[in-house]
């Protein structure tokens, strides 16, 4: 499960690296383009921080479902 919930964080990780790099380019170029290329870093760390909160979320919830039925199980054993 811990490898399914890395996984997941890697390949989304990558992706919106992908994503945040292709908005660095709508930024003008040089220091002139630090600004918007700030705003972009800034704006893309928090959507990444909500999505990998989510993909953590999931996992827990479906290791926390999994631990719940294994005890169910070992209670009528």
């Known amino acids: 499960m811990g490898r399914l919930r ?27 383009g630090q600004p918007c290329r700030d705003e972009e870093r800034g704006r ?14 999931k996992y827990r919830r479906v290791l926390g479902e999994f631990e719940q039925r294994c005890r169910a199980i070992l209670s009528l054993g």
């Open 6 to 32: 890395l996984a997941e964080i890697e390949g989304a990780e990558d992706i919106h690296r992908a994503a945040m790099w292709d908005a660095f380019g709508r930024c003008p170029g040089g220091a002139t």
């Open 44 to 57: 893309f760390e928090r959507q990444w921080e909500e999505q990998k909160r989510r993909i953590e979320d």
